[in-house]
Each structure stands twice: as C-alpha cells, then as structure tokens.
Nanobody, 115 residues
Framework: QVQLVESGGGLVQPGGSLRLSCAASGSIDSIYNMGWFRQAPGKQRELVALITSGGSTNYLDSVKGRFAISRDNAKNTVYLQMNSLKPEDTAVYYC?????????WGQGTQVTVSS
C-alpha cells in the first residue's frame, strides 16, 4: 500500500505564492512520473505539471513561467512552487505518483486565490 500526504494549500491573495508538497510512503518501488493535477468546481481534473524520473518537466500552458515542479527522490517527495497566483488557479490540487506497482493519488489540498 502507498500513501501520499499533501501539504501547503491555503488562501492567498492574487500575485502571491504557495508551495505544495507531496510525500509518498509505504510500499514504494520504482517511482516513475510524479505530478500535480487540479480540479475546479464544475470543471474536469487537469494536469498542471509533471516531472519524470529523469527530471524532464511538462506544464499546463496557463501556468508556464509561474509554477515550478521539482522532486526529491531521497525523500520520495514532489513539490509545486506556485508564484504569481491568479484567481483562476483556485482549485483542489491532487498529487499523482506513478510507480511500478501502479498509479496513486493524494487526498487533495485546497488552493484559493482571492482578495
């Protein structure tokens, strides 16, 4: 069994920053991709950022230049640094990890951007 524990969400004003963390624990075998998805009310879940085991990254067009994904393989942890936040970034953010044994999701953390 694999557990993903997210932290770092909250309320922030437009233009502000937040850093999300997601730590994987349990029966960890090889970790392939690690990523962050988000889902706003009434919308489909969408991929925000992805980082491969080799360190390659991919971003949703609307967050390019503002968000940065990184990972610490020694800690089985993935991060999402979010800068210049906009109200349209408001959503529940979910960590996603792809292991040899399967794909796992975090419980979600709320990010609200509002003045």
């Amino acid at each position: 069994q694999v557990q993903l524990v997210e932290s770092g969400g909250g309320l922030v004003q437009p233009g502000g920053s937040l850093r999300l963390s997601c730590a994987a624990s349990g029966s960890i075998d090889s970790i392939y991709n690690m990523g962050w998805f988000r889902q706003a009310p009434g919308k489909q879940r969408e991929l925000v950022a992805l980082i491969t085991s080799g360190g390659s990254t991919n971003y949703l067009d609307s967050v390019k230049g503002r968000f940065a994904i990184s990972r610490d393989n020694a800690k089985n942890t993935v991060y999402l640094q979010m800068n210049s936040l906009k109200p349209e970034d408001t959503a529940v953010y979910y960590c996603n990890v792809v292991l040899r044994s399967g794909r796992f999701w975090g419980q979600g953390t709320q990010v609200t951007v509002s003045s």
